[in-house]
């Protein structure tokens, strides 16, 4: 018994301290999960800054490569320019990977007066007289007066750093310096002609190459195939990309989808502008500052990769800025880390959940070994008793006639019958543990017939008529007249009864009566024919009534009580009225008895006559 509570604690323990486990677990999780998604999120952003960053300087290099091959030496003359320039606009067409994105190319010069410049004849390759077109009119006013001084003053490019920063540095100087026009949109060079000064400020004289870009090459070309390198994922965009211009009331060059077209500009992940320091404008994630700059503290990239110096956006395109914004698929970053990690989560949990389900039905499984070997050796012992009480009785009733103590015919024929009986009786039990063994593997064979219910009642009760009447027991039998026949194994139903009347014996107390009733039951959802064995003795509480028809078990009342008995009656008589199509219930009440009933299907259904006698006798 001491050993049996260790035991338990000891299990208790173990359970207890595998739940704290899996609950550490849990938490462990959860805060873990806490902290890669943190780490995710900023990951995530950091790359998509990173692609931003991408996308922006590919754009560029796409654009001064158009300035490279367009770039000519400084002259006085602009025949000299012009000569050179239709054959590098020639040479970069036949190489360019988007030899549409250049519309055209002018070539003006503000002492010129009024609106007229050059306009490069593609196909003669030859500059014929045009007037500017009226989009270019903020532009002009703005080379106009930037014509007038040697180096591009301050205020007429875009700040190229942030606001409040102390230190501006100025734009460059030399002849590789273009600018952009992010509202036409068009590439201008400024060509100095350092012989010729001009008339008011004894500064050189300059020639404007205005080189208009094709915005629709831009934005169904160039910017979907670089929202593709740097956005692209396996299922499409891993981000939802857009181009706009300006910030007020943002005009959409370029959506990676129609939905994000319209509130691309409202909440995105980031965004970056594509022209001057690299900033990111309105909502979204600050940049980190770019290898040869500081974002926000003058920041000027010297050189592109081209070997032209960055593009510098005109002041008069302020509130034309070109910027890229993007946004997770998902709905946002955040959106889709969070996700993420509920996924996460779920799988998680999932897998502790089938761990501690798993644990759970190995300490159900490992409760019912032991209390199943407990059981199988209460069962050793309770059959070594069993066996051995009639063993005993064979013994001495052998010895007494070896001894020469039985000498009269009489005498032989009482021990003959007392060990007849003995015998018997291990017989018996013997032929229970077979059966038993024989319905637990479905070995059983059963052999059907139609029997009436009487003559199944009267063979089982006068086969254990002595047991009966050698133990005092009146036998009171309550069979329903037109009762419909049963089929049922004779064998198997008789030996189901058995048990129950045998119980009654033993468990029959000092009532000494046994009740057996058959009737037609027609309460239940289908009629049953119901065989009772009733007993007015010790009976079974409650909390054992659910066990005893589990194999082995036997009430620790009777175990004490040193009633003898296997603990198979029940579980045998239960398997084998199941195996006929049947069930076997119990009621009890401790003190004053208890009653087993055999239910069974009536054989082909019931009769109509049958059932007009149980509905007139329940009517009276
Ligand atoms: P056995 O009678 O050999 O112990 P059973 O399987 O027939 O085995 O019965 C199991 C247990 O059910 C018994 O040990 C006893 O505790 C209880 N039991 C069975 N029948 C009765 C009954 N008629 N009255 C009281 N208890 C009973």
Known sequence: MMIRLSENAGMAVLVLGLAAVLLALGVLQYRSSLQVSEATSEQMQASLRGSLMDMRMALERELTL???DLQV???DSDMEIMTQLGGRVEQWRRAASHPELVSSVFVWQADAGHHQGLQLDPASGDFEKSNLPAQFEPLRQQLLQMSEFPSPPRGMLKPSFAPGSPAA?????DSEFWMIDENIPALVHRVVKPGAAHPRHKAPAVTWIIVELNLQVLSQQILPELSQRYFGGKGGLVYQVAVLRGDAQPSVLYASGPGF????GTTPDASLTLFGPPMPMGGGLALAPPAGGRAGTGFRPMRSAN??????????????????????????????VAGMRRR???????ILLVLAVTMGLIVVASLRARKLAQ????FV?????ELRTPLTGILSAAQNIADGVVDSPHQFTRYGSAIAGQAQQLSDLVEQILLFSATQKDRHRYNFETLPVSRLVDKAVSSLAATIHSSGFVVEKQIAPDLPQVRVDAKAFAQSLQNLIANAVKYGGEARWIGISASLETSSPQPEVAITVADRGIGVAASELSHIFEPFYRSPSVTSAQIHGSGLGLPLAKSMVRAMGGRLTAKSSPGNGSAFTIHLPPAGGIAEDSLATVTAKSDS
């Open 66 to 68: 158009i300035c490279r």
């Open 73 to 75: 030496r400084d002259t």
């Open 169 to 173: 540095i100025p734009p460059p100087q």
């Open 261 to 264: 077209a319209n509130d691309a």
């Open 307 to 336: 070997g032209i110096g960055r593009l510098e956006p005109l002041r008069n395109s302020n509130d034309g800025d070109w910027k890229v914004v993007a946004r997770h698929r998902e709905g946002s970053v955040e959106a889709a």
């Open 344 to 350: 996460n989560l779920a799988l998680n949990f999932g």
């Open 375 to 378: 059981l199988q050796m209460d």
């Open 381 to 385: 012992a309770n059959v070594s008793h």
